[in-house]
T-cell receptor, first 115, second 115 residues
Framework: GENVEQHPSTLSVQEGDSAVIKCTYS??????FPWYKQELGKGPQLIID?????GEKKDQRIAVTLNKTAKHFSLHITETQPEDSAVYFC??????????????FGAGTRLAVHP | SQTIHQWPATLVQPVGSPLSLECTVE??????LYWYRQAAGRGLQLLFY??????ISSEVPQNLSASRPQDRQFILSSKKLLLSDSGFYLC??????????????FGQGTRLTVV
């Protein structure tokens, strides 16, 4: 089955620096790659996603890149702020019959942004 | 706009007691519904998904069951809880769209502690 590996497990940066989180997936049929941010005690919130027909997508300080050949995708956060501190999850999904998409998640990255 | 409600937020139950967690979605119809479990410091594991009323698929064998009595209602149950059932349970929904993966949106979660 699909497997998603995420690195690093923890990341500590100074405010204003950039943060990069990387994920690799195993199923070449995967075609949808969302990223979620989870704050303590809350449910994950979708922050950005990318589909397999796109190589890069940007939304203000957040960008995601996808390399389908290498089966890896990355989250880039620029000009980090203390409120970016959270656990970030990547996921990969392929489409099944009936319109059901099964998300397989990475183990998460705990990002700490220090003032 | 669509919203997802999940309750209770926290729950402490003795071993051997029954469980019922409820999730409802508003503002959409015929959604795909999901139950995930998150162990402490780890990623999200898909437990059940549903593509319609009464249609439940299980991803992993376990002590839990799910039901979908109404289009926008998803219930997670157990007849007798085990210590290993402790965790953070998350309900999610996604729009059913033929031929395309869609975003999944999560509830705020239920922290279950079995004592």
């Amino acid at each position: 089955g699909e497997n998603v590996e995420q690195h690093p497990s923890t990341l500590s940066v100074q405010e204003g620096d950039s943060a990069v989180i990387k994920c690799t997936y195993s199923d070449s049929a995967s075609n949808y790659f969302p990223w979620y941010k989870q704050e303590l005690g809350k449910g994950p919130q979708l922050i950005i996603d990318i589909r397999s027909n796109v190589g890069e997508k940007k939304d203000q300080r957040i960008a995601v890149t996808l390399n389908k050949t290498a089966k890896h995708f990355s989250l880039h956060i620029t000009e980090t702020q203390p409120e970016d501190s959270a656990v970030y999850f990547c996921a990969a999904s392929s489409l099944f019959s009936g319109g059901y998409n099964k998300l397989i998640f990475g183990a998460g990255t705990r990002l700490a942004v220090h003032p | 706009s669509q919203t997802i409600h999940q309750w209770p937020a926290t729950l402490v139950q003795p071993v051997g007691s029954p469980l019922s967690l409820e999730c409802t979605v508003e503002g959409t119809s015929n959604p795909n519904l999901y139950w995930y479990r998150q162990a402490a410091g780890r990623g999200l594991q898909l437990l059940f998904y549903s593509v319609g009323i009464g249609q439940i698929s299980s991803e992993v064998p376990q002590n839990l069951s799910a039901s979908r009595p109404q289009d926008r209602q998803f219930i997670l149950s157990s007849k007798k809880l085990l210590l290993s059932d402790s965790g953070f349970y998350l309900c999610a929904w996604s729009e059913r769209r033929s031929g395309q993966n869609t975003e999944a949106f999560f509830g705020q979660g239920t922290r279950l502690t079995v004592v």
